[in-house]
């Protein structure tokens, strides 16, 4: 029989549902418009013009990516594959925000603000427009809640047989 | 607790079950694309276009008299809403109930002009496609601003927000 979470552990499963959910719905605002998503990425730029196969990278990238999340999302909701799961969504969040910052050095994107981190353009994140400093912070957040609840080894579950 | 329980075997099991559900999913999507092909090879067009200028000129015509020219704004619905040339239609790719929203306007249009975000954009190529050759416009009242939004944008043309028609 696994030790039962005491203290301040107590709430990491109900965290990890609400990570997972945050996830699950960021794929999904993706999904439901596969090919909004894929000229997301196309904007970016830095998949431009690679292939696997006879398929581009970017189209493996618009099917693949909402998928990873919301299945990723899921699986660290229902404690699945757990570290696993958590891995590829920080790798790609990682990915992605290095991505943004990248992009939001790019004045074009929002000529009204000097200041890259003031600047505000649609990230292809599924939810419009963004302001720099908000998503890189709201990322920050992320990326740590996914080491902390899902890539770190669980005491209480190390203790299972 | 569900096997494997090593991190790299997981991330292995982990990706292969979202890129089969992601294919299957894809195929079944209503839109969904077609893995093989490139989406941003610039296709050819014998549409005619309009300059800065021109587009200037229609877009001070549109508000002052809001006469036959019909403008089409292709691009997604959330950049649309964020700021789009006023008195534009949004016909987004992919989105055929917006098409036909715009279809009475396009019918009595005695010019038609679209754009999309600018740079290497094509939607506005495919959307002066769909209305020659599926909806029936006339090829010769078609016209496509190629510059685009962020040339209008950058150049301080007017613009609105929100849901204009």
């Known amino acids: ?161 | 607790m569900i096997p494997p329980r090593s991190l790299p075997l997981q991330m292995l099991a982990v990706a292969a079950t979202a890129l089969a559900l992601a294919f299957a999913a894809n195929s079944l999507h209503p839109q969904g694309l077609e893995s093989s092909r490139d989406y941003f090879a610039k296709p050819q067009h014998s549409f005619q276009t309009v300059t800065m200028e021109e587009f200037t000129d229609f877009v001070t015509y549109l508000e002052d008299e809001a006469g036959d020219i019909v403008y089409l704004d292709a691009r997604r619905s959330g950049q649309y809403q964020t700021g789009h040339v006023p008195g534009s239609w949004n016909v987004p790719r992919n989105d055929p109930a917006a098409l036909e929203a715009a279809l009475g306007a396009l019918q009595v249009a005695a010019y038609v002009v679209i754009y999309c975000q600018g740079g290497h954009c094509e939607d506005s190529i495919f959307l002066a496609e769909d209305l020659v050759y599926r909806h029936g416009i006339d090829f010769s009242i078609v016209h496509i601003f190629e510059p685009g939004w962020e040339a209008w944008q950058k150049q301080g043309g007017a613009e609105r927000a929100g849901a204009d028609r």
């Open chain 1, 1 to 161: 029989m696994s030790a039962r979470p005491t203290g301040w552990n107590l709430p990491r499963p109900l965290l990890r549902v609400a990570l997972g959910a945050v996830f699950v719905g960021y794929g999904w605002l993706k999904f439901h418009d596969p090919y909004a998503y894929l000229k997301s990425v196309h904007e970016y730029g830095v998949l431009d013009g690679l292939k696997l196969g006879s398929m581009p990278v970017e189209n493996l990238a618009a099917i693949g990516v909402p998928a990873l999340e919301i299945i990723g999302g899921l699986l660290l909701a229902l404690g699945i594959w757990r570290r696993g799961a958590a891995a590829w969504l920080a790798l790609f969040l990682a990915a992605f925000t290095a991505m943004v910052f990248w992009r939001s050095l790019d004045p074009t994107v929002d000529p009204e603000h000097a200041q890259w981190w003031l600047r505000a353009f649609d990230c292809g994140c599924g939810t419009g427009k963004v302001i720099v400093w908000q998503k890189l912070t709201m990322n920050a957040v992320l990326l740590t809640a996914l080491v902390l609840l899902g890539l770190r080894r669980d005491p209480e579950l190390q203790a299972a047989p």
